[in-house]
């Protein structure tokens, strides 16, 4: 890919009732709480949200040919979730970071038309995100 890269690291850790069964979405949340109601959620207790994302990175998003590179790193294992991103984001939800298999936005979602959602992730993966004492590396790359 030719032109600007910018770079985000996040922080999270696991929890016991990870899912990771949502068909369309895959987030990452702030809170540290998680019912099993949450089962697109794959990382809790993360030190950004899409607010705290860096200006630069922000703005490379929406850019109208934005490609978003998502790696999720646990225990040694790696998943790697390619997107693409929008003029139309919103970016303004304090704590919640979301991924979209779909073209729907709204204040939570930072890239759209992904391919993979929580469901993609391979169990022996989800088993790492399942473990409350696991850190969760996140590096978004978008690319302009």
């Known amino acids: 890919m030719s032109g600007r890269e910018i770079t985000e690291r996040i922080l999270g850790f696991g929890h016991k009732n990870i ?3 949502h068909p369309t979405t895959l987030m990452i ?18 030190d950004k949200g899409l607010t705290e994302l860096s200006e ?9 040919n934005a490609k978003i590179k998502i790696f999720v790193e646990a225990g040694g ?6 997107a693409s991103g929008s003029p ?3 970016l303004t939800h304090p704590s919640d970071i979301v991924i979209r298999k779909s ?3 709204s204040e ?3 890239a759209i038309f992904a391919d993979k959602s929580s469901n993609d992730l391979p169990r022996n993966f989800v088993k790492k995100l399942q473990d409350p ?3 969760i590396k996140i590096t978004l790359i978008v690319y302009n």
């Open 108 to 110: 939570r979602t930072l």
């Open 19 to 21: 899912q990771a069964i």
């Open 77 to 82: 294992l790696v998943q790697q979730i390619n």
């Open 29 to 46: 949340t702030k809170e540290r709480g998680l019912s099993t109601k949450g089962d697109c959620i794959v990382v809790v207790g993360a």
């Open 56 to 64: 630069s990175f922000r703005e490379g998003v929406k850019k109208p």
């Open 133 to 135: 004492g696991q850190k």
């Open 103 to 105: 073209d729907y936005i």
């Open 88 to 90: 139309k984001l919103l």
